[in-house]
């Protein structure tokens, strides 16, 4: 789910168009978290999927979130960097009703049942059934704020409006108060992305929209109830080092919920799968290396534990590795105008250089961040290799470098040329069916099984391989 769109979708002609039509439908007023525990448990009756396009949570983090939703609890997600945080924050919004009546013109988004400012209630008791009546998207009703430094309580609750003022209204008039984005979000979600990051002083002004559930809004005698729920989102190191969330803050929080990298390979994979733009064909064996890749960065002493391995680290090598066989396949139109972008298992070697500003190291490793991510690339593909072409019979391949012979690919050899060097070999057909290819693959396919063999073979020490200057990988046998 992305950021909502800034411009409303159209509501349907057939909606209520004034107070009385409303009442006739037998609506009622819920306040959010009721409308989200309603749907929630709605979505559980009919079995549909409650938080969409959120990989690896199911049995550990959606439990809790639902929980949370359903005892109307405002919650705070602790996690490390590429977690998913902001994502399933967005999704909770997912949950509202598509369309929600409000009172037209209103800045806090008031229902025509529930008014809260003095002019709402005014113009509802003067047209009573003949209020106009108008429809807001559940898209309009989630709003987002990075905590950044210079972040203000006017930014968040409100402040004097000088232009009002000017106008020749008093201070002692609520109409002069220009409304901050937590009350602009009225009867909607509120998110704080690194509620750390809020200045200790801002985040007071929080604490009456959680408990109190009102405003305060600089010496104004004014109390609006406002109806919503609030989410931060937090990283545990910031959480307890470079920036805090107050006690009196944390108190206020009904749940504290603890997210986490996938927790197997496999939804790791299924994590890239969704989240990569491929602008190429990348085989499944090359996304599981890259996979192993990611969760070895992840777990490796020499990385910096506390900050974190995203998982746009896995997704970024995905795109890069397909851009790697799209540049090959772009620069050798010329010579193979058939050859289509697959990308193999070494166009992964230059993610170690393009990602290594990803990875936080621990001290003491400076000038050696490139040779531990291309010992643990090579790593993750011997680890791979072993899990998808164990057991089988790879003599045929030792066989092409035997008595001097050498192979050569590379990010610059076509399918072609590689499948010309190799010619038949014995249980490659086994090979590619191991490796999901299907019983006709085709030439830049075969290739690319070709090349994770050879590199499979190479870093099982039944194979040597040299590096030429411009790059190449030359296969020969073990002297």
Not at 208 to 232: F, K, S, T, W
Request: no cysteine; hydrophobic share 40%.
């Amino acid at each position: 789910m992305t950021a909502p769109s800034q411009v409303p979708p159209v509501p349907p002609a057939d909606l209520p168009g004034t107070l009385g039509e409303l009442r006739a439908t037998g609506h009622r007023y819920r306040t959010v978290k009721q409308e989200l525990r309603d749907n929630l448990l709605a979505r559980m009756r009919a079995g549909q999927d409650r938080f969409p396009g959120i990989v690896g949570y199911d049995d550990t983090v959606l439990p809790e979130v639902e929980r949370a939703l359903l005892a109307g609890h405002d919650m705070v997600l602790l996690g490390e960097r590429g977690q998913g945080k902001t994502r399933l924050i967005r999704t909770l919004a997912t949950l509202l009703d598509e369309w929600t009546p409000v009172i037209p013109g209103s800045v806090l988004n008031e229902h025509p049942m529930h008014p809260l400012t003095p002019s709402s209630r005014a113009a509802v008791a003067e047209a009573g059934d003949a209020l106009p009546v108008g429809w807001l998207h559940r898209s309009m009703r989630y709003g987002e704020k990075l905590a950044t430094p210079d972040t203000s309580v006017g930014d968040l609750v409100g402040d004097v409006d000088p232009i009002r003022i000017a106008e020749g209204r008093t201070l002692g008039d609520p109409e002069t108060i220009h409304f901050g984005l937590v009350p602009r979000t009225n009867r909607g979600i509120f998110a704080v992305n690194e509620l750390p990051d809020l200045a200790e002083r801002i985040q007071v002004a929080l604490l009456n929209v959680l408990e109190e559930r009102d405003i305060q809004v600089r010496g104004y005698q004014l109390r609006l109830p406002l109806d919503l729920l609030l989410v931060a989102s937090a990283n545990p190191e910031d959480y307890t080092n470079r920036g805090r969330i107050i006690t009196p803050l944390k108190d206020r929080f009904g749940a504290e919920i603890r997210t986490h990298y996938p927790l197997d390979l496999d939804l790791e994979l299924a994590l890239i799968r969704q989240e990569a733009q491929l602008v190429a064909e990348v085989p499944e064996h090359v996304l599981e290396v890259l996979a192993r890749f990611a969760r070895l960065v992840r777990e490796a002493p020499e990385v910096d534990q506390r900050s974190g391995v995203s998982a746009r680290f896995a997704v970024a090598a995905a795109e890069t590795v397909a851009a790697g066989a799209l540049r090959r396949a772009g620069l050798l139109a010329a010579e193979t105008p058939s050859l289509a972008a697959v990308a193999r298992v070494g166009d992964a070697v230059p993610v170690v250089s393009t990602l290594r500003g990803k990875v936080e190291f621990e001290s003491g490793q400076e000038d050696q961040e490139a040779e531990i991510l291309a010992h643990l690339l090579r790593t993750a593909v011997n680890e791979t290799f072993r899990s998808r072409l164990g057991g089988l019979d790879l003599s045929g391949f030792t066989a092409l470098v035997a008595e001097g012979g050498v192979v050569e690919t590379g990010e610059l050899v076509s399918a072609a040329d590689l499948l010309r060097q190799v010619g038949t070999v014995p249980g490659l057909a086994k090979v590619l069916d191991r490796l999901g290819m299907g019983d006709a693959p085709t030439p830049d396919e075969a290739a690319a099984g070709i090349e994770f063999v050879l590199e499979g073979l190479h870093l099982g020490r039944r194979l040597g391989k040299d590096v030429t200057d411009d790059g190449r990988a030359r296969y020969r046998g073990r002297s």
